[in-house]
């Protein structure tokens, strides 16, 4: 199985800068495109940021021009550049990724644990 394990949350202030990172490990025989979704309390959750494996991106409006993803296919990684962080940015972020554990097997979504982010002062 593809195991997806998230770093980098925290407390920051409004205006402030994070960076988070994801990292895929365990049978992997291919992963496809990865991307960053969030969860604040009482919402659903909602896409902010996907990257194929060319390194094509797609962001929510609400975080284009503050929000930047990018990947490391040597390492399977993912990463989230956060800049100018709002306090509604509050919210878990998960770690997403379509990926193949075997050659056979069909791609599946696979989720990370997720990680806290709070912008606050």
């Known amino acids: 199985q593809v195991r997806l394990v998230e770093s980098g949350g925290g407390l920051v202030q409004p205006g402030g800068s994070l960076s988070l990172s994801c990292a895929a490990s365990?049978?992997?025989?291919?992963?496809?495109?990865m991307g960053w979704y969030r969860q604040a309390p009482g919402k659903q959750r909602e896409l902010v940021a996907t990257?194929?494996?060319?390194?094509?991106?797609n962001y929510a409006d609400f975080v284009k021009g503050r929000f930047t993803i990018s990947r490391d296919n040597a390492k399977n990684s993912v990463y989230l550049q956060m800049n100018s962080l709002k306090p509604e940015d509050t919210a878990v972020y998960y770690c997403?990724?379509?990926?193949?554990?075997?050659?056979?097997?069909?791609?599946?979504?696979?989720w990370g644990q997720g990680t806290q982010v709070t912008v606050s002062s």
């Open positions: 997403n990724a379509g990926g193949r554990p075997k050659p056979w097997d069909y791609e599946r979504s696979y």
């Open positions: 365990g049978s992997i025989f291919s992963i496809s495109a």
């Open positions: 990257i194929t494996s060319g390194a094509s991106t």
